[in-house]
């Protein structure tokens, strides 16, 4: 019994429109109750600054009326002073005692009926009353504010209901404008869905998309073009390897099948096995080529050493293509020189592959060019010769896998697939660098452009 593996989680992805409208809901809730809070706060600075005041006036002014009664020693002048001060002051309270707890003024004494109406502010000091004999006495004055409290409780539930109000306000507006600030993505994804595999040239409409999505939009666009265009180029890959890997295939099959079907002397088997021998290093030839165009692709670097002199490592190449010139009448120069830090087996093997390229196309009697140039911080290695003009059209293909001009089909070139300026153009991206083409009134130029160095990543 095998034992059942439970299904994996499934993870709620999280909602990017929830995510904004609980930030703004929040943000919201925040925002309002730092200004109801705010609001609240400098009601009740004011307030309490009001009560300061209020009691430091009314404190000189009790302090004045002593100094006034002072002189004639009469408690009921006293007395009639300060209840005409308290006069229209309800929230105010006075008591005037000796030190020996004698109570000489008292407006309202505190009892547990009227202490539980009231919360006061006090404010206490020492005077002198009667000027006589200068004794000395206890004032306390003493301001109820249970008004100011309750007013300031009235206003707490006011704000905090506002800013509670607010908030709900602000969050449903948010998830409005969320929602509504979203629809461009809802669009793009029903855009999305709508798209199938089967479809070329469709694309994302983003010119009534925001500002912020076009650029989007447009890389989408550009991916798309780039994957639409290396799906056409594996479709013709496929069709193109499985075209040059067919026919030394079905000759294999047919030699090995004549020689199988009667005893034949041996020079004639050795002379199938010869065939087939090389058929087979044609498919050796395409394999090893496709490994190396493969490791390219998945971004294998160049092995740069420094190089003194890039001419003379290149002589070898020209010298081994001379069979071939010589059978072609043709004859190589390398121009100029450089220096710089390359890989030496990788350019030797793209200057092979430009000379056997120039040599199946220069006209007999001509002379193949190998120029070396050096820009500033950079290396122009490419092969000059002689013959047909190339359409304008074929250009950008030369570099393409496979790719063979009608003039080399009809020259029955049967070793030659179609990949070595693919192979150029592979090099030339291992080293960072770019290819290039150009051919005008019977001269062609092919070869690659390099930085001197590596380049910084």
Not at 1 to 9: G, R, Y
Not at 332 to 353: K, Y
Not at 378 to 399: C, D, W
């Amino acid at each position: 019994m095998t034992p059942q593996v439970a299904a994996p989680a499934i993870t709620r992805a999280p909602s990017l429109g929830r995510r904004l409208w609980l930030w703004l809901a929040a943000q919201g809730l925040l925002g309002a109750m730092l200004v109801s809070g705010s609001v609240y706060a400098v009601n009740a600075w004011t307030l309490q600054s009001r009560q300061h005041e209020l009691l430091k006036i009314k404190s000189g002014v009790v302090s004045h009326e002593l100094a006034e009664s002072a002189a004639s020693a009469s408690l009921a002048e006293l007395r009639h002073r300060l209840t005409g001060f308290l006069a229209g002051h309800e929230d105010m309270l006075l008591s005037v005692s000796t030190e020996d707890g004698r109570m000489l003024f008292d407006s309202d004494p505190v009892t547990p009926a009227t202490g539980a109406r009231r919360r006061l502010k006090t404010v206490a000091w020492q005077d002198t009353w009667p000027a006589a004999d200068g004794t000395a006495v206890r004032v306390a004055l003493g301001l109820n504010v249970r008004r100011d409290d309750a007013l300031l409780a009235h206003l707490g539930w006011i704000v905090f209901a506002a800013s509670l109000a607010g908030a709900i306000l602000m969050s449903l507006t948010g998830y409005a404008l969320v929602r509504r600030g979203l629809k461009p993505l809802h669009s793009l994804t029903e855009q999305l869905d709508a798209m199938t595999p089967g479809q070329s040239g469709v694309r994302l409409e983003g010119r009534a998309q925001p500002s912020e999505l076009r650029p989007l939009v447009e890389h989408f666009n550009a991916l798309l073009s780039r994957v639409e265009g290396a799906y056409r180029q594996l479709e013709g890959f496929n069709a193109n390897v499985a075209h040059e890997l067919r026919t030394p295939l079905t000759t294999l099959i047919g030699s090995s099948e004549l020689a199988l079907r009667a005893a034949r002397p041996a020079d004639e088997l050795r002379e199938v096995i010869a065939g087939n021998l090389e058929d087979l290093q044609r498919l050796a030839v395409i394999v090893n080529d496709m490994l190396f165009l493969s490791q390219a692709d998945r971004g294998a670097p160049a092995r740069r050493a420094p190089v003194a002199s890039l001419a003379r490592s290149l002589a070898e190449i020209v010298e081994f293509h001379e069979p071939v010139l010589l059978e072609n009448e043709l004859t190589a120069v390398i121009v100029g020189d450089a220096t710089g830090s390359f890989d030496v087996s990788l350019l030797r093997r793209a200057l092979s592959n430009l000379l056997s390229n120039a040599a199946r196309h220069a006209t007999p009697g001509s002379a193949i060019r190998v120029q070396l140039e050096t820009p500033p911080g950079q290396l122009r290695l490419s092969v000059h010769n002689r013959g047909s003009t190339i359409e304008p059209a074929q250009l950008p293909r030369l570099f393409e896998r496979f790719y063979r001009l009608e003039t080399a089909r009809h020259k029955g070139a049967a070793k030659q697939f179609g990949l070595g300026l693919a192979i150029v153009a592979a090099i030339a991206r291992m080293h960072g660098g770019k290819t290039f083409a150009s051919s005008a009134e019977g001269l062609t130029v092919i070869g690659l452009e390099l930085p001197a160095s590596p380049p910084l990543d």
